[in-house]
């Protein structure tokens, strides 16, 4: 009897070949991805609600204060203080105008101070600068009755402080003394005086006196 082989290399299963270089991704590896980006949404949504929410609390807290803001005037009278205001302006430019303000007829108190009695002055030209610091500038002719009054007149000057004067009449200059027809000399007078010592305030609260040793012939 003769035995029967079977030829056939045709697997009767199918073969299953892997794939080559392509894993399969987990599902759970997605899931985590997915839960991820839900979470990041759902935050996302919670922030946007916030900022509306903070935003509309912003509103409702600035009109609050508008309505504050607008009880708390109605407490007080805008009108006077307004007037209170202009009137605090006008007193502070009076103030401002007395300060600055010269007495300008004070300079006739100041040269009283260091004429001598042999001599007199007949003509008389005020100079203010702008910068009231540098000093009011005089400039006056004077006459003498001889050279030695003019000599005296001239050492007055330049002892002002035997006479209180230093302080208020600087650069004193006597020029130019010329003997004329009648026996007088003529004789030229450049100074400054201190501007403190002409301020009307000043000569208000001092009475207008100006402290100061009277010149006389020696």
Known sequence: METKFQTSF??????????????????????????FGVIVFVISLGAVGGAYAWKQYLIAAQASYKTQLAEREKQFNIDLIEQLKRVNIQIDLA?????????ISQVFDVISHFTAESSRFLSLDLSVPT?????????????????????FQSDVLGQLELYGLRKIVKNPILSDPTLDGTG???????????????????????????????TTDQ
Not at 95 to 103: F, M, S
Not at 187 to 198: E, I, K, N, R, Y
């Open 10 to 35: 045709i697997p009767k299963k199918p073969m299953v070949v892997p794939s080559m270089g392509v894993p399969r991704t987990p599902r759970r590896v997605v899931s985590l991805f997915m839960m």
């Open 95 to 103: 103030k401002q105008l007395l300060t600055n303000h010269l007495a």
């Open 131 to 151: 910068n009231q610091s540098d000093g009011v500038k005089i400039s006056m002719k004077g006459y003498g009755k001889n050279f030695q009054s003019v000599a």
């Open 184 to 214: 007088t000399v003529s004789f030229g007078f450049t100074a400054t005086v201190d501007p403190s010592t002409l301020s009307y305030s000043r000569s208000v609260l001092n009475n207008g006196a100006v402290t100061a040793t009277s």
